[in-house]
């Protein structure tokens, strides 16, 4: 009865990862207010009823897709963060870390990029809520830096909201590159590395009032 118990679970399990997939690949295309749970279910090869069993409706799914995104994006900045004693450390590290997680989780950056503008509010809003607890936790970090430690906590606030916009528009650059004009990716790369040099110089000049 165990063994069987488990099985049920682990099919579960993988019918809950099957609509997630399905659905990620769906919203490549279009905007997650347009997925119907037909859409979903016939790319699956399940019945529509058997939906119910994982998600109460699209708007649970497309919140179950942002956990499962934000998982792809908090890797990377794990990534960015570790084993860069100072920010010019972070800086040099963090564009190439950025590029490569997009193109090793394109689904998932397509995404978050697509939704947060998007015309589900509550998945929008989640986005939003994601984004802001990252920039609560980098400004958490930045306070541990050399010559960051005396910063305002609202200074390492809007230092965090600088990083973490860099980032995600240059994700949206990236995905946004024509695969067949590879100058265009590296002119989004470009940019991304000017910026975040500036934003370094600016950190060298500021002192917290």
Known sequence: MEAAAETRQERKRRTREAILSAALQIV???SLAMLSLRQVT???????????RHFASIDELG???????FASLREMIRDVRRGNPE?????????????????????????????RFGGVRVVRDAIHHELELFERELATDLARLPDLDMWASEDLRVLANLIVN?????????ISAPPERPEAEREVIHTAEQQLRLIVIGVEHWRSR
Do not use: C, K, N, W
């Not at 919140?63 to 995104?69: G, H, P, R, T």
């Open 63 to 69: 919140l179950a897709l942002v956990d499962e995104s």
């Open 166 to 174: 860099a980032m995600v528009s240059t994700a949206e650059g990236i």
């Open 87 to 115: 920010l010019a450390g972070v800086i040099r590290s963090s564009v190439a870390i950025l590029v490569r997680h997009v193109h090793s989780q394109h689904a998932h950056f397509r995404f978050i990029g697509r939704e």
């Open 28 to 30: 490549e295309q279009e």
């Open 42 to 52: 016939r790319e699956v090869g399940i019945v529509p009823t058997a939906f119910y």
